[in-house]
């Protein structure tokens, strides 16, 4: 994707928006200004500061003014304030840093990247701005409820090379989390399913058909009916190991989507998920070289 034409700011991009052909029936606007106006009525007046301030401009980085011509399929970028959020009262803290990665140990409830309803409470928006590191994008992501180490890449140039690590299973990873302790389950063990996640739905769900997603369980430790459990996620679909702990009969401690979707406020923050990604080993595509990173992180135990 080519770089905006507004740099980051505060740790957030701007926000884009594609100018539509004009279609039959809808009343044909001569200007940008028009058509923002157009589209956001209740939010005239923030336009006009925004277009007062420079801060609209083309794909060139132009700056949009009252007068400037409606560009049919052409973008648009421009800072959006978003709405306030909860702050999410731990922190993310860095494990490594060198001029291509950043490795840091995100904690509970934090999202990796701005999404939804989460947008200047993620990790990549926190790293950005207190490292001084604009271009910083994440090699992968994890659960918002998920703690542990992530991997995020400092150039662009290099963005391809480590997300492809992971996209094709070149890292290993290791993860813990705390469950139920059944005896009459066999460990260690391997979990195999056809997970399908439909968009717009919450969770994930197991399907019959040939298997997408491939867990390595074993137990690490047990303390009468609760177990510290390590597992190796071969695959890396959405919700995979809280959804294969569920289908032993297992459901990780804290999770409020398996084996039944609890709604949580956003703002509540005393029961985390009881998984983290423990551990992350790869050898990194720019110097050739073994790296293991470790979180610093525990659970409830």
Known sequence: MARAPLPVRAG?????????????????VATVAEFLFAQFPDERDEWL??????????????AVDLATPYMPTRFIYFYRQPPPEPAVPFSVDVIYRDE????????????????????VE???????????LPDLIPAHRLDRMTAGVVVFVVQ??????????FSSRQVEKEYEALAPYDEALEFPRTVRSRIVKEHGVMTASEEPGEPNSETHIDVLEQRGVRARY????????????????????LPIEGDNYYPTFQRVPADDFTNP????????????????????????RSLNW
């Open 12 to 28: 957030l991009g701007p926000d884009r928006l594609r100018m539509p052909v004009a279609q039959p029936g809808v009343p044909q």
């Open 100 to 119: 291509t990665i950043v490795v840091a140990d995100k904690p509970h409830f934090l999202a990796t990247i701005p999404r939804g309803a989460h947008i």
């Open 49 to 62: 500061s925004r277009i007062d301030g420079g801060e609209v401009v083309d794909e060139h980085g132009r």
């Open 230 to 249: 390590q597992l190796k996620p071969i695959t890396g679909r959405t919700h995979q190991l809280r959804l294969h702990m569920s289908s032993l009969g």
């Open 273 to 296: 998920l009881q998984l983290l990604a423990r551990r992350l080993s790869f050898t990194d595509p720019v110097t050739g070289s073994p790296q293991s990173f470790a979180s610093n």
């Open 156 to 165: 662009p140039r290099h963005r391809r090379a480590y997300q492809e690590l």
């Open 122 to 132: 993620t990790a990549l928006v926190r790293l950005r701005r207190d490292l001084d």
